[in-house]
């Protein structure tokens, strides 16, 4: 095997659990995405170590929305609502801080963009 690939696996696994401990204090921390976080730590997962994959997978909390979002791209309608709530509450904070016009204009853009995808997903 070459040197790199004997590299790949601990690096993905590592990786992965980086994206697990962050999308966990996403959990507790409002402005801290969660799911986004599962994903990238499944898909590391999928690279590194089969065995934290099947752990993701098959947690009662954790594996639903990753495996929802593999399988059909779907988003729970809660989720939804608390993604965008989130977003929406980011801009409040941001206008009520006195942020430039443009800075607002351009966050503005970026959360309507993200916000619209979101919302488009499927439910689950």
């Excluded at 503005?108 to 995808?117: F, I, K, N, R, V």
Aim: proline share 9%; charged share 10%; glycine share 8%.
């Amino acid at each position: 095997m070459p040197p790199a690939r004997r590299l790949a696996s601990p690096l993905w696994t590592l990786a992965g659990v980086i994206a697990l401990a962050l999308g966990l204090i996403g959990i507790v921390l409002p402005l801290m995405p969660t799911t986004v976080f599962l994903l990238l730590a499944g898909f590391c997962f999928t690279k590194g170590s089969p065995r934290l994959r099947r752990w993701l997978e098959t947690h009662p909390r954790l594996g639903p929305p990753v495996l929802a979002w593999e399988q059909t791209g779907a988003i729970a309608r809660r989720h939804k609502r608390l993604a965008v709530a989130m977003m929406a509450a980011t801009f409040a904070l941001c206008a009520a801080l006195g942020l430039p016009l443009w800075v607002l204009g351009l966050q503005a853009a970026c959360l309507l963009g993200a916000g619209t995808y979101v919302w488009t997903r499927p439910d689950t």
